[in-house]
């Protein structure tokens, strides 16, 4: 059973018809860039939804008024290197004034756990909401260091973007961080013995940059 509160599934006619277009195997490397980049603007809608608001008082050309703005420090985008990046563009094209950060992890082979080999993000993540992103949730373990390393950058507001989760990944996260609600386009059926979703999309990083 799924979490309302913890993870929230973007059930968009368009996000939805634009992810089976992703799905599909022949989709070639441009459009599922581009795809990608149009999906990750209604799920930054979504994630935003409750961001910081205040007034301003502004004059439009009939009267003066007090004015919805964003309050708070600029929020800080976080891409889980390098299928993250994937996500980046058109997120900033909807939050132009966001920050930048990147998190690099790689798994070693011996003891199959994530390490940092690159990590640079603002200042002041005590006080931004932090979206890390990276386009598949998938056993969660990159996820989980990934949001290990933000909690001690200092974030204390952080939400995880993704487009596919698979139901391990959420477990995972959901225990090792409760706190962190996770937004994404799909639940699927489960992890293959390779760790890759079913039914999935194949591997996100080489379909966005044409690498394999
Ligand atoms: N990473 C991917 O790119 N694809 C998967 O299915 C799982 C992890």
Redesign the pocket.
Known sequence: MTDPDHLTIVNHPLVQHKLTLMREKDTPTAVFRQLLREISQFLAYEITRNLEMGTKRIETPMEEMDAPTLAGRKLALISILR?GNGLLDGMLELIPSARVGFVGLYRDEETLKPVQYYFKVPEFMDERMVIAVD??L?TGNSSVAAIDLLKQAGATNIRFLCL?AAPEGVARMKEAHPDVPIVTAALDSHLNEN???VP???????RMFGTK
């Open positions: 299928a386009p598949m998938a596919l760790g890759y979703i999935g999309l194949g591997d996100a990083g080489d």
